[in-house]
């Protein structure tokens, strides 16, 4: 219904990449827990990080089906690949996009859509993850200067020496009593900005996770992304089109779980026959197949109610919170059906089983994506 010739194309296009350059390094690349900055301008090589951006500043254009349909097929094969394109995409480039001013957009956009550089979203921090408005990081106005302190958490593509900065969250007064939130632009140089990465990750291993430190970071007042005071509206409306990506990538491990599964119980023999054969293994792959088939169906829609300017974020939370969850049993069903081999590293099972965990935290838990959803079917009137 929603897949044009294009679509098909973008597909094959991306698996058949994902199959030649990411899967033969995956598992290697998960055991050091190594962020490669090859891969990723091999990524960029084929477009993948201009694909959302506007031909005026050197990208493809693509609607938001195309964007879905590539990080379904790289978290196929590997989440953290898709992590650092789906990262990059909607929360990198997507908040300069829509909301910078035209020398902003002029200044950064081009740069981050050939995949030498990467862009950080500075939201979260070790008290404010699900409630963003518990934001601590402040940004205090000196003359034509913001003075920025605090500090942010599992920031993605944030500490690699190809991250060019961060869009970051602060506090930047008081309004009527309350806190007054502002998004401001942080280029990695600034002085007093320092990077760290995270490791010893259960998952998404070879991604670029960070913490951000900011000590009296001097940034111009030009740098503030929208209007000052929308810092909160701005970063919760990136995460609408985010979840769409998130949801993208539990499709895609949920699809490349169900293939290493299927694949292994037919090759598995028990009892003088394959597994898939015994009606109880028959029956669980054809209910993840089912599954699978229905949150790509829910993802899609979600797609093309954006790409065609419609309200899309019922539908972008519901896909989240519908494809995170098909993606943790659907996996949890194939580390079943490979028994013992599948709690070994040598199978890439218990690669999908880790990195699929995150997908009911990450740009909003599962919780919080039902409290989304209950809102918009109106328990709360």
């Not at 994902?18 to 900055?37: K, N």
């Not at 891969?39 to 254009?61: C, E, V």
């Not at 404010?128 to 593509?157: C, M, Q, V, Y």
């Not at 598995?268 to 699978?292: C, Y």
Request: glycine content about 10%.
């Amino acid at each position: 219904m929603y897949l044009t010739e294009e679509h098909h194309l973008i597909r094959k296009t991306v698996r058949d990449f994902a199959e030649r350059e990411i899967r033969p390094l995956a598992r290697e690349l998960d055991e050091s827990g190594e962020f490669s900055i090859g891969l990723t301008k091999k990524m960029g090589d084929i477009g993948l990080f201009g694909l959302r951006t506007p031909a005026k500043y050197g990208g493809n254009a693509l609607d938001t089906l195309s964007y879905v349909i590539v990080i379904e097929e790289l978290a196929r094969v590997d989440s953290s690949q898709a992590a650092t394109i789906a990262a990059h995409i909607s929360l990198g480039i997507g908040p300069i996009l829509n909301y910078g001013t035209e020398e902003q957009k002029e200044k950064y956009i081009p740069m981050l859509s050939t995949g030498e550089a990467t862009w950080a979203f500075g939201l979260t921090e070790p008290d404010a993850g699900s409630d963003s408005r518990a934001t601590k990081s402040s940004a205090r106005l000196e003359e034509d200067h913001w003075i920025i302190n605090g500090s942010k958490i599992f920031i993605t593509n944030g500490a690699s020496r190809i991250n060019k900065g961060a869009t970051v969250q602060v506090v930047s007064g008081q309004k009527n009593g309350e806190k007054e939130f502002s998004t401001i632009l942080v280029d990695a140089d600034t002085p007093g900005f320092k990077r760290v990465p995270m490791h010893g990750k259960m998952m998404w291993r070879a991604s670029d996770t960070a913490e951000l430190f900011f000590d009296d970071c001097k940034v111009p007042f030009s740098n503030v992304l929208g209007k000052r005071g929308e810092g909160s509206r701005i970063m919760l409306n990136t995460l609408d089109s985010g979840r769409l990506a998130i949801a993208a990538m539990g499709l895609g491990l949920a699809q490349g779980a169900f293939e290493l599964a299927l694949r292994y119980a037919k090759e598995r023999k028990q009892f003088g026959k394959p597994i898939a054969q015994f009606q109880i293994n028959a029956f669980k792959l054809a209910d993840m197949a089912t599954k699978i088939e229905l949150a790509r169906n829910l993802l899609y829609k979600g797609a093309w109610l954006k790409s065609t300017d419609q309200p899309f974020a019922k539908e972008a939370a519901m896909a989240k919170l519908y494809c995170s969850e098909i993606a943790k049993e659907v996996s949890d069903e194939a580390l079943q059906l490979h028994g013992g081999y599948g709690l070994m590293k040598d199978y890439d099972i218990e690669r999908f089983y880790r990195d699929q965990r995150i997908l009911q935290i990450g740009e909003g838990t599962s919780e919080i994506q039902r409290l989304v959803i209950s809102r918009y079917i109106g328990c709360y009137e």
